[in-house]
């Protein structure tokens, strides 16, 4: 018999065989919304009369002997989750860019993911509301084969990809082509094109045509790591002068707004985005990949991905950059030289939760690529209802509320709180006593934790305790959490 696994293992089908085998609900669908964090969307798209036996032959179909009965119902238990959800489908997710208008935040970054008129007319037609086309040059581009190199999380899904594609390999006239068709059969959507020159005559040329083409919105590669030319991509991110002088030149050949696109291979992003308010940007895009090796192969002796026994620093994407990602556009929101432009955030958006905290950071537009590559465009779904409820749940009546609402949350070093401290509290109808939290606190800890060998339990020397919370990081059954905040001074005493 099949194995069963736990909801967790859905593999994602395309045409899923259990929503196909399932007359009543869309078991595929309510899986999906589970695995990225919108709970209360699959607790909405169950029907309220659910019955186990309606995923039985669902269950037999699954190529990946997922529990689909056990989540389903483990979900029908948690109606409650519904709270406050009602006003989500009243939610008006528009917004803009630069002053031209959004339906909602999401585009798809320039790259593969848009990169001829058949996948962005899909797109459009799944609910982006722009596309950042991939970034059409005068350059004459060969891509190496294979191009991609993954690390992956202990699930099997990707926590960082890393690619050495450059840029569009179609010509230009096919590529403003593309710009035409678009905005002929879908004039409401947004297109953003990406341009990257060698020179200045280039990016003013380049600006020209792409305006006339039917652009909204233009956007400086001024960060592409892959580049083999000196000169362009990543090396102009880094000269502040290079950045204002070709910003210039593009505003020359435009009137329409334009986005500089910022390396994060740099000390401080918010210098080269100066310059480029200096010479008539609009807004800035960042991040843009971070130089990278993912890996090596110990047997071939060769970095990933291999090109012929070769392989090369390439861009570094995916959740594993977000982190880095928030801490830029946090630089760039809270600087006051650049008061007032547009920021348009991407780096390892996967879910709507992630959509938000970039939100709350200071990005006014959001931009997603490599989410996209592992899953699909229909993980816009769960990006816009989640994003939805979640407003509905908070009140916000649109996104402008949300835009930079996190950054008083971020001081500097000497502005930090430290002279109070939160303690571990420890739930004991919650802990397995597995004694991880033991092994953490006395190997990379303050030695704070006794554990109990016989009766496989836990328990806190107060004395010893700073209130760092490792322990509360590493426990895998959720079983601590933090005490009231007390005074330093009350703690010694």
């Known amino acids: 018999m099949k194995q069963r696994k736990t909801y967790g293992s859905c593999i ?73 959800t009602e006003g989500a489908d009243q939610v008006d997710l528009s917004c803009d860019i630069c002053g031209v208008k959004l339906e909602n935040p999401f585009l798809l970054s320039s ?78 959507k947004v297109i953003v094109a990406s341009i990257m020159g060698r020179n200045e005559e280039e990016w003013e040329y380049l600006a020209r045509k792409v305006t006339e083409a039917g652009a ?34 593009t505003r020359r050949g435009t009137r329409i707004p334009i986005l500089a696109k910022m390396t994060p291979n740099i000390t401080d992003i918010t210098v080269p ?53 928030l801490r830029f556009i946090s630089d760039l929101a809270g600087a006051k030289s650049l008061k007032g432009l547009h920021i348009s955030g991407m780096g390892g958006i996967v879910t709507w939760r992630d959509a938000v905290e970039f939100i709350l950071m200071g990005s006014g537009s959001l931009q997603i690529t490599t989410s996209v590559m592992e899953y699909g465009y229909r993980i816009i779904d769960d990006l816009l209802s989640g994003l939805k409820i979640y407003m509905a749940q908070r009140n916000y009546h649109s996104v402008s509320e949300l835009i930079g609402c996190g950054l008083d949350s971020v001081v500097d070093n000497d502005m930090l709180e430290r002279d109070t401290v939160v303690f571990p509290v420890f ?52 079983a601590i959490t933090q005490s009231r905040r007390i005074s330093r001074k009350k703690k010694e005493a």
């Open 12 to 84: 994602l089908c395309h045409d899923a065989p259990c929503s196909r085998a399932c007359t009543k609900c869309d078991p595929a669908r309510i899986l999906r919304a589970l695995r990225f964090d919108n709970v209360e969307e699959a607790a909405r798209l169950l029907p309220e009369d659910y019955d186990p036996s309606w995923v039985k032959e669902a269950q037999e179909v699954c190529p990946a002997g997922v529990e689909i009965a056990r989540a389903l119902d483990e979900l029908n238990e948690q109606r409650v989750y519904l709270e406050g």
């Open 111 to 188: 790259s593969v993911v848009a990169s001829n008129y058949e996948m962005c007319a899909r797109a459009f037609e799944m609910g982006w509301a722009g596309v950042a086309f991939k970034t059409v040059c005068l350059m004459d581009i060969h891509e190496a084969s294979p191009r991609f190199s993954t690390v992956r999380s202990a699930e099997g899904d990707w926590y960082g990809f890393k690619n050495i594609e450059q840029l569009s390999d179609h010509s230009l006239e096919e590529n403003l082509e593309c710009f035409r068709e678009l905005k002929k059969n879908y004039p409401t």
């Open 216 to 249: 909204d919105v233009i956007e400086c590669n001024f960060s592409c790591p892959n580049m083999e030319e000196h000169g362009t991509g990543s090396d102009v991110g880094q000269d502040p002068e290079t950045v204002r002088r070709y910003t210039e030149a």
């Open 273 to 325: 985005a100066e310059a480029a308010r200096l010479g008539g940007a609009d807004g800035i895009a960042a991040i843009n990949t971070i130089k990278s090796i993912t890996g090596v192969n110990i047997d071939t002796l060769v970095g990933y991905p291999s090109v012929h026994g070769k392989t090369m620093v390439g861009g570094y994407s995916g959740r594993a950059v977000k982190p880095i990602a």
């Open 427 to 478: 739930n004991k109808d919650k802990c397995v006593g597995c004694g991880r939290c033991f092994l953490s606190c006395r190997d990379g800890g303050h030695q704070a934790i006794v554990f109990d060998e016989e009766t496989r339990t836990v328990r806190l020397n107060g004395r010893k305790c700073v209130g760092c919370q490792l322990c509360s990081l590493v426990c895998p059954a959720g």
